[in-house]
């Protein structure tokens, strides 16, 4: 496990410099604005378009909200009057994922350049909008936002590398659907099958598991994690993390993040600059066998929850 915690760590760094190179954003942020965006029942709109303004502050929130409230109005008229649970689902299909006079002929596509968001630009809810390419992250949560609007009983879900939706009908039945293939039906199996993960994860509810409005606002607010790992801001990254964990401690995903800043902390303050272990001074030396101890603690961790090295790091 050691092993593991230590190469993944390295491992992330190698991939932090280089995300670090392609953007110019900074996020300063204090833990205080971070507990703020888990208000009791603060819209999942809005704590996307909070965390997206904080990430890139040229984020037109107000333009975004508008479009997002019209297209649920376009929606809601496609669906009818007094249309029910099933209809709304329909048309919310059809607006986004099928060609029509409703959204100009330009439906709302995967991007297979970039399916699971790595470039950070990538990631905004507003690029998405722009462009209509979207990835796993920013499909599932547009879908969402939208079907909260109609008043559908949706939220977010994890898998490997994935987000999708988790959507209870007029019947109480639950389904899995996925935002990045039409919105259709999913069974848990089939992802399984496609994104391979361990049994303990999914006895653990790591993956697979419908998340409740903490969970799906850390989910969220994670992106401010990543993004304060690839401007090579390791302390802020943990203390974004921490206050993160306090609402959902069993984020896995995020506990392999702390660890990486942790590990990063290690590689940016002794790589390459004591020959020996003796020559450490002794003050940094207590600070690295803690950072050492933490990495440990938070990859350990995120292994007792079910995740494995091989589910990856970044969504």
Same mark, same amino acid.
């Given at each position: ?11 992330? #760094? ?6 670090? &190179?392609?953007? !110019? ?103 998405? %909008?722009?462009?209509?390419? !979207? ?49 259709? #039906? ?6 399984? &099958? ?24 850390? %989910?969220i607010a994670s992106f401010l994690v ?6 090579? &801001?390791f302390e802020a990254a943990i203390s ?22 942790? !590990? ?28 050492? !101890? ?10 007792? %929850? ?6 990856? &790091?970044?969504?």
């Amino acid at each position: 496990m050691r092993t593991v915690a230590v190469l993944m760590a390295l491992l992330w #760094f190698f991939a932090v410099s280089a995300f670090s &190179q392609t953007t !110019g954003w900074t996020a300063k942020l204090t833990r205080a604005e971070v507990q703020d965006l888990f208000q009791e029942r603060l819209d999942l709109l809005e704590v996307k378009l909070a965390v997206d303004h904080i990430v890139d502050p040229t984020t037109d929130l107000a333009s975004s909200r508008a479009t997002i409230d019209q297209m649920a109005a376009d929606v809601l008229r496609m669906a009818g009057e007094n249309a029910g649970s099933a209809q709304k689902l329909e048309a919310l299909k059809r607006y986004l994922y099928e060609s029509g006079e409703w959204n100009q002929h330009r439906p709302f596509t995967y991007d297979l350049g970039d399916p699971l968001g790595e470039n950070p630009a990538n990631r905004l809810l507003q690029r998405y %909008l722009d462009t209509r390419q !979207g990835n796993c992250i920013t499909m599932p949560i547009l879908f969402l936002a939208l079907g909260q609007r109609l008043g559908l009983k949706m939220t977010l879900a994890q898998a490997p590398l994935h987000v999708f939706i988790k959507y209870t009908d007029d019947a109480g039945s639950t389904w899995n659907l996925e935002a990045t293939s039409g919105g259709g #039906f999913t069974r848990d199996l089939w992802y399984r &099958q496609k994104l391979p993960m361990s049994d303990e994860a999914v006895a653990n509810g790591t993956y697979l598991r419908a998340l409740d409005h903490e969970e799906a606002v850390a %989910l969220i607010a994670s992106f401010l994690v990543e993004h304060h790992l690839a401007e090579g &801001q390791f302390e802020a990254a943990i203390s974004t993390a921490d206050v993160i964990l306090q609402h959902s401690p069993d984020f896995a995903y995020l506990l392999v993040k702390k660890g990486s800043a942790y !590990g990063s902390l290690l590689r940016r303050e002794l790589a390459g600059k004591y020959p020996q272990a003796s020559d450490i001074p002794p003050d940094l030396k207590a600070k690295a066998d803690r950072w050492y !101890g933490e990495n440990l603690a938070a990859f350990a961790q995120a292994e007792a %929850l079910g995740w494995r090295p091989q589910d990856g &790091q970044a969504p």
